[in-house]
């Protein structure tokens, strides 16, 4: 059984990188037809998607945060990781990884992280 | 980017109420509509995808209906283990974009 957990600093400084690694478990990262993305939620609010990396490495990202975001995948780790450039208090929120399936066509986040939450302040 | 709007974003029921919750697109998304269920501190979990097909693992109380830009998604029986945030998403295309939740509480 696939799972996968978010790790990374709860505690951002404004204008810093945000990092965060998902460790992924039961599985291989380098299984075809995965995709393994990030999705995040400001306090109180709804879900956004970020992004996500395909098991061959194309990444596909949100374009409100494109100049600033990069998804990798490290395959030796069994990991893929979320880095998010420049940031402000308005990229507090709960951030969660998930792996994306193909079902017959139509792609859905089928496994997700608990979800950890990260604060940007000085 | 296609705008998902869910009605209506809260609602209280009683165990074994039906539970019906609307989705909209902003444009038409053939059948790309997901619908997950989400609990305070839990991860999200996927309930329907392609707009009508049942997750394994997910009761069949649950069911989903539509194509184009409207959807539904209907509880037959509320249980008490379904009150939860239920997000709408398209995956229709990039970027993926989610409803804004409908919080189903307990009357």
């Known amino acids: 059984q696939v799972q996968l957990q978010e790790s990374g600093p709860g505690l951002v400084k404004p204008s810093q990188t945000l990092s965060l690694t998902c460790t992924v478990s039961?599985?291989?990262?380098?299984?075809?037809?995965?995709?393994w993305g990030w999705v995040r939620q400001h306090p109180g609010k709804g879900l956004d998607w970020i992004g996500y990396?395909?098991?061959?490495?194309?990444?596909y990202y949100n374009p409100s945060l494109k100049s600033r975001v990069t998804i990798s995948l490290h395959t030796s780790k069994n990991q893929f990781s979320l880095n998010l450039d420049s940031v402000t208090a308005a990229d507090t929120a709960v951030y969660y990884c998930?792996?994306?399936?193909?079902?017959?066509?139509?792609?859905?986040?089928?496994?997700w992280g608990q979800g950890t939450m990260v604060t940007v302040s000085s | 980017d296609i705008q998902m709007t869910q009605s209506p974003s809260s609602l209280s029921a009683s165990v074994g109420d039906r539970v019906t919750i609307t989705c909209r697109a902003s444009?038409?998304?053939?059948?790309?509509l997901n619908w997950y269920q989400h609990k305070p501190g839990k991860a999200p979990k996927l309930v329907i995808y392609g707009a009508s097909s049942l997750q394994s693992g997910v009761p069949s109380r649950f069911s989903g209906r539509g194509s184009g830009t409207d959807f539904t998604l209907t509880i037959s029986s509320l249980q008490p283990e379904d009150f939860a945030t239920y997000y709408c998403?398209?995956?229709?295309?990039?970027?993926?974009?989610f409803g804004q939740g409908t919080n189903v509480e307990i009357k």
């Open positions: 039961g599985g291989s990262i380098n299984s075809a037809g995965y995709y």
């Open positions: 998403q398209q995956s229709y295309s990039i970027p993926w974009t």
């Open positions: 998930a792996r994306a399936s193909d079902y017959g066509g139509h792609d859905a986040f089928d496994i």
């Open positions: 990396i395909y098991y061959s490495g194309s990444t």
């Open positions: 444009q038409s998304i053939s059948s790309y």
